[in-house]
């Protein structure tokens, strides 16, 4: 198939980059796993650290999705529409997580990369699947590639944050109280 041919190159490069994060995710879950977990930390995890792994995710499986040699687009834009479908049903579960945990009040930027940043690319999927299906494969494509650049770039800030937010104010917090400052 010439439309799914033409972005073999894309997707071995974005779904590389995700199986190397969530690698990354993992050594780094692996070194701080010897840290105690105070009240509430494992809510604001599945709020705030899990979805990450799970963006990450969804653009690996994505990339196979549509690296397979599917005889037509049909099956993919199924498998790729579906995906969508679900990370829209996760984001509702993700913000409701959000609001539940009481760690850390979110803030806008929070409510970005974190909910709505992730539903507009979830969204696209969902979408784009539509546009296949009735014949507009170049456009669906470029909606396909542009919601998992989304998802990674969304992926690397929550990431990035997290893990800032962890060694500046947790650690800091774990210093005070045992009398270090």
Same mark, same amino acid.
């Given at each position: ?20 994060l969530i ?24 709020a705030f ?7 990450f995710s969804?653009?690996? +499986?994505?990339?196979?999705i549509?690296? *397979?040699?599917w005889?037509? =687009? %049909?099956s @993919?834009a199924?498998?790729? $529409?579906?995906s ?8 509702l579960v ?7 945990q009481d ?5 806008f930027?929070d409510w ?8 507009t690319a979830?969204?696209? +999927?969902?979408?784009t699947?539509c546009? *296949?299906v009735?014949?507009? =494969? %170049?456009? @669906?494509?470029f909606g396909v $590639?542009?919601a ?8 690397i800030?929550?990431a990035?944050?997290?893990i800032?937010y ?6 800091q917090?774990?210093?005070q109280e045992?009398?270090r400052e």
């Open positions: 198939m010439t439309t799914l041919s033409g972005w073999e190159n894309f997707y071995v490069i974005v779904g590389s980059s995700a199986g190397a690698g990354l995710q993992f050594v780094v879950i692996t070194l701080i796993a010897d840290q105690p977990i105070g009240p509430g930390q494992q809510l604001a995890s599945a650290a899990t979805p990450t792994i799970i963006h969804s653009v690996l +499986l994505l990339s196979a549509l690296s *397979a040699p005889p037509g =687009i %049909g @993919a199924l498998l790729w $529409g579906l969508g479908l679900g990370g829209i049903l996760y984001e993700v913000a409701r997580r959000m609001r539940a760690l850390y009040k979110p803030v930027e970005l990369f974190h909910v709505l940043l992730p539903l979830y969204g696209m +999927l969902a979408g699947a546009w *296949a009735r014949s507009n =494969i %170049g456009r @669906a494509m $590639g542009a998992a650049l989304l998802l990674l770039f969304v992926g800030h929550n990035w944050d997290g800032t962890h060694v500046y104010v947790t650690r917090k774990q210093r045992h009398g």
